[in-house]
């Protein structure tokens, strides 16, 4: 059994994330989406909320499941079978700072691989912080984040 950990802060989860997960979800027989604990001062969810979104947007993917973990990512991926992080590269900023995780990450545990997806072509710009954002101005993020959770996150903008 080979076990893809897909880490991040997914505040919150985008399309693009979504995406991933999916084609994660196809090349492996299971997927671990990984919330990391501290998403920053500029959180606009907490760790539950966050939990919960990626819960509910990947619920009729039969072979995904939710964790939280604070510490290093390889520790987290030790309490797994086989595990291989699995990151998304969208353009070159993405890349410099993933290939100095990927090193890292290499020498803390050289078990734990980690796999690139790159992204889809039309999600290849967004990230949770434009989606953020674009919510404190009541923008339309219908393109950009999971309809399940659409109204809670252009809510959570306007309370802002
Ligand atoms: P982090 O804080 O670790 O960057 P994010 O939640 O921003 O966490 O991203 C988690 C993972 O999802 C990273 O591998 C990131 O590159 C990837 N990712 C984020 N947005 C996209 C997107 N639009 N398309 C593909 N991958 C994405």
């Known amino acids: 059994m080979r076990t893809a950990i897909c880490p991040g802060s997914y505040d919150p989860i985008t399309l693009g994330h979504l995406n991933v997960i999916r084609r994660a979800a196809r090349l492996f027989d ?16 907490t760790l539950e909320e966050r939990m919960d979104h990626i819960r509910r947007v990947t619920a009729r ?46 020498r803390l545990n050289k078990d734990v691989e980690t796999i690139f997806l790159a992204a889809a072509e039309k999600y290849t ?3 949770s912080s ?14 950009y984040v999971p309809y399940e959770i659409l109204e809670e996150v ?7």
């Open 125 to 127: 710009y967004l990230s």
């Open 30 to 45: 299971k997927v671990v989406v990984c919330v990391g604990v501290n998403a920053g001062k500029h959180a606009l969810f």
């Open 61 to 106: 993917l039969g072979n995904v499941e939710v964790a939280s973990w604070d510490g290093l990512q390889v520790d987290f991926a030790k309490n797994y079978e086989n595990p291989v992080l699995v990151r998304g590269l969208r353009t070159i900023t993405d890349f410099e700072y993933e290939f100095q995780m990927e090193m890292f990450n290499k």
């Open 130 to 143: 434009a989606v953020r954002e674009l919510a404190l101005y009541g923008a339309d993020l219908s393109s």
């Open 154 to 160: 252009a809510e959570r903008g306007r309370a802002k």
